[in-house]
């Protein structure tokens, strides 16, 4: 398995609190991704990152910042939580960018809960 | 109009069954194709790329048809281990991937 952590794997907070979500990866791939998962919408891609301090938005980004400092380490922040963001977490990475078996490979997820 | 689209199922099919599931994609440009395999509770993983030649693993069979934009996946001889959700994904620019909502397998005795 590839080596991605995600932590925490299971939080519950109040709506207007900042959170921060972490994934970790061992593997030095190059690309990182957010993605949230909901009953009937599938996975949708918040945040991605090409690169360490090269971000851009996903189809469902507002409300969510990222970082990424390190090639290792992508951040997901949530300013000011809502209970419209109650959802399961995925970070996914990707190795390659041109064609090919450029798979995306998952963390385990994290579990969020606003209340 | 949704970019990837699935039939969300469920398919409830007996062991031993074949079955067969498809995903139409909007994007013309797209470069890649894959599908993933997502369990209850947790996180997708690759079942397997889909090239254009078709691919076979074992009693999975995937194809793609580029000028009818959908690609499909065939489970032959089905095993109650094959109970999940099949979800397909396109990639375009970034490596940027699209997935569909998903479609519930559910293999019975």
């Known amino acids: 398995d590839a080596g991605i952590t995600q932590s925490p794997r299971h939080k519950v907070t109040e709506t207007g609190t900042p959170v921060t979500l972490r994934c970790h990866q061992t593997e030095n791939h190059r690309y990182m991704y957010w993605y949230r998962q909901d009953p009937g919408h599938g996975l949708r891609l918040i945040h991605y990152s090409y690169g360490v301090k090269d971000t851009d938005k996903g189809e469902v980004s507002d409300g969510y910042s990222v970082s990424r400092s390190k090639t290792e380490d992508f951040l997901l922040t949530l300013e000011s939580a809502t209970s419209s963001q109650t959802s399961v977490y995925f970070c996914?990475?990707?190795?390659?960018?041109?064609?090919?078996?450029?798979?995306?490979?998952f963390g385990p997820g994290t579990r969020l809960t606003v209340l | 109009r949704k970019e990837v689209e699935q039939d969300p199922g469920p398919f409830n099919v007996p062991e031993g069954a074949t079955v067969a599931f498809n995903c139409t994609y909007s994007?013309?440009?797209?470069?890649?194709f894959f599908w993933y395999r997502q369990d209850c509770r947790k996180e997708p993983k690759l079942l397997m790329s889909?090239?254009?030649s078709g691919n076979e693993d074992g009693r999975f069979t995937a194809q793609l048809n580029r000028a009818s934009q959908y690609i499909s996946l065939l489970i032959r001889d089905s095993k109650l281990s094959d109970s999940a959700t099949y979800l397909c994904?396109?990639?375009?620019?970034?490596?940027?991937?699209?997935f569909g909502d998903g479609t519930t397998l559910t293999v019975k005795p």
């Open positions: 889909v090239y254009s």
């Open positions: 996914a990475i990707s190795e390659s960018l041109a064609g090919g078996d450029n798979e995306q490979f």
């Open positions: 994904a396109v990639n375009g620019f970034a490596g940027k991937s699209t």
């Open positions: 994007n013309s440009a797209s470069q890649s």
